[in-house]
């Protein structure tokens, strides 16, 4: 079974990146388009405060007709935020992604971030486990029926 621990070797980019809460949202959306991001983590002084993401853009500065030239991330992050630890698994994390709505998962290993896990980071290594498996059986299926039976 494959961890998020394992997920996060696997990823290009280990960085996480965040932002401050009294940063503005146009400074957050400069973030997303410069790292082709769809979520920061809020963080003060290292502690993990919430998230902002594309969703929150779109439904709490641009429907609601606010500025992002003058509107905090602190005043439309998500707060409550779900995380995780390196030692949960993939299906664990995909139940949680499903039945809560959400696409990126913080994750927390003694109280600091240590990195970020997305929805596709999650389908992605799903999909490797289950092709590995697929090829696994073939093999084996394939080698069974090319040994002479006694």
Excluded: W
Aim: charged share 25%; hydrophobic share 40%; glycine share 6%.
């Amino acid at each position: 079974m494959i961890t998020v621990r394992q997920i996060l070797a696997g990823k290009e980019c280990q960085d996480v990146c965040t932002i401050g809460p009294d940063r503005t949202v146009y400074e957050a959306v400069k973030v997303f388009a410069d790292h082709n991001l769809g979520a920061l983590i809020v963080t003060e002084q290292s502690r993990l405060l919430g998230v902002f993401t594309e969703r929150d853009y779109a439904r709490k500065i641009a429907l609601m007709g606010r500025s992002s030239q003058t509107t905090t991330v602190r005043d439309v992050m998500t707060t409550g935020v779900i995380s995780v630890t390196p030692d949960d698994n993939v299906e664990d994390c995909m139940a949680l992604m499903i039945n809560k709505y959400i696409r990126h998962l913080p994750v927390l290993d003694d109280h600091l971030i240590i990195g970020v896990i997305s929805m596709g980071d999650v389908v992605k290594s799903m999909l490797g486990e289950k092709a590995f498996l697929i090829d696994e059986l073939t093999r084996y299926i394939t080698d069974s029926r090319q040994t002479p039976s006694m």
